[in-house]
């Protein structure tokens, strides 16, 4: 990894990612219209030629989910369960609740919270498969009362999703389970199929092909983010312990070779000392070409003049995750503005949060934590606002609604008003 001074190269050198999606966009264009024209007869098609799989039926059987949440290993049930009812407790904290407030001569307005009816949830396969995403996307749409979970998730040459992937749906009440993904699972989830029911909103990660698929039937549907690299950034000091940081940076790395890794610090010391690290640790690992690469490509090192100056520069960077690897982090997280996620101290890896602490792992990357929040009950709900005005209460505003519908030329919105008063 590349050891750079904050401030001797242009910024824009330094907040390069790079997302390789060259010829992706047509790709995916004429996926979706392929799904939205064949349905199902399609996806059979891409589960073959995408998944070496030939498949007797898309939809997996409840019997099929309930075998594999048996046959799966009973500690890693536990563990399930434990993560699960970590992500409950904290989502159960996001609930929104609606008000009603008074207005002037008995009338009243408000907002009623309704759940989205029907969701996709979108679950990476093929590469690495995430038993993790599924009760991240799945329990905070539960805790809400969503009527719909349906999944999406790719198949094996063999047919089938990994037994945990479908014990994990078990467990966050997932409804229905279909073998396809990829930009045609989000096709399908957006348009339905002969199998597939139509969805309302699409959540959840995946491949630049799933990002794209997003992102193209946005407003057909609702989606939640358009994720892309996984991407950690580390900021420490000098009491750092090298061995710490290097792991969580390649905890990242090992995701995907466009993920990103970054430390920044103000000491030089333990600059050169993570990235000796780096290179020891890396050797032990068995996705070390894919972490290695990742590295190259998006690793950096960057040197600052103090904290603050490396907490304003993680705040540029605007990471998915943050850690603040510091003995006493805390008066540095009020100078967080962009994160997704931010890990306290030196004793919360990442990883933490990826799996068991109970903050949602699905999170804004790609500089998108500037404006955008981590995936949490909101993501499944609409706000649906009311008004009730009584006859006295209209005729205190008639003449204010008239003479603004006027200026801005509506004289239909004027004369609505007025005619409950016969003023027209």
């Known amino acids: 990894m590349n050891i750079y001074r904050w401030g001797e190269r242009p910024l824009s050198d330094l907040l390069i990612r790079t997302v390789e999606t060259s010829g992706v966009s047509d790709t995916v264009r004429e996926i979706i219209a392929d799904v939205a024209r064949r349905g199902d007869a399609a996806l059979y098609d891409y589960a073959r030629r995408f998944d070496g799989a030939s498949l007797d039926s898309l939809e997996v059987p409840r019997e099929e989910i309930d075998r594999a949440y048996e046959s799966t290993d009973p500690a890693f049930i536990q563990t399930l369960e434990t993560a699960a009812a970590h992500i409950r407790a904290f989502h159960e904290r996001e609930r929104e609740r609606g008000f009603q407030m008074e207005g002037p001569e008995g009338s009243f307005m408000g907002v009623k919270i309704t759940p989205i009816e029907r969701v996709g949830l979108c679950v990476p396969g093929r590469t690495a498969a995430y038993p993790s995403t599924v009760l991240m996307t799945a329990i905070p749409a539960k805790i809400v009362g969503c009527r719909e979970l349906v999944m999406v998730s790719p198949p094996g040459p063999d047919g089938r999703q990994p037994e945990a992937i479908l014990a994990a749906a078990k467990i966050a009440g997932v409804d229905r389970i279909f073998r396809t993904g990829g930009a045609q699972g989000v096709a399908a989830l957006a348009y339905g199929t002969q199998s597939v029911p139509k969805v309302d909103k699409i959540v959840g990660p995946g491949s630049a092909f799933v990002a794209e698929a997003k992102r193209q039937v946005f407003g057909l549907v609702d989606i939640d983010m358009i994720a892309g690299p996984s991407e950690i950034l580390v900021v420490a000091d000098e009491t750092g312990d090298p061995a710490y940081i290097a792991a969580d940076l390649l905890s990242q790395a090992e995701h995907d070779v466009l993920a990103s890794a970054v430390l920044i610090t103000d000491s030089m010391a333990l600059a050169e000392a993570v990235e000796g690290e780096l290179s020891r640790q890396l050797a032990l690992l068995p996705r070390r070409d894919i972490a290695g690469e990742s590295l190259e490509k998006n690793g950096k090192i960057i040197v600052t003049d103090d904290l603050p100056s490396a907490v304003e520069a993680a705040n540029a960077l605007a990471p998915e995750h943050l850690e603040l690897c510091l003995d006493d982090p805390m008066p540095y997280l009020d100078l967080v503005r962009n ?25 804004p990357t790609c500089g998108a934590a500037r404006f955008s929040s981590p995936l949490g009950v909101s993501d499944f709900i609409k706000r649906t606002q009311y008004t009730y005005y009584t006859r006295e209460a209209l005729a205190q505003v008639k003449d204010d ?3 603004f519908a006027r200026k801005e030329g509506l004289e239909a919105h004027a004369r609505s008003a007025l005619i409950r008063f016969e003023e027209v």
């Not at 994160?339 to 999170?363: I, R």
């Open 401 to 403: 609604i008239a003479r």
């Open 339 to 363: 994160a997704g996620s931010v890990f306290l101290g030196k004793n919360c890896p990442e990883a933490l949060g990826d799996y068991l602490a109970g903050p949602n792992h699905t999170l």
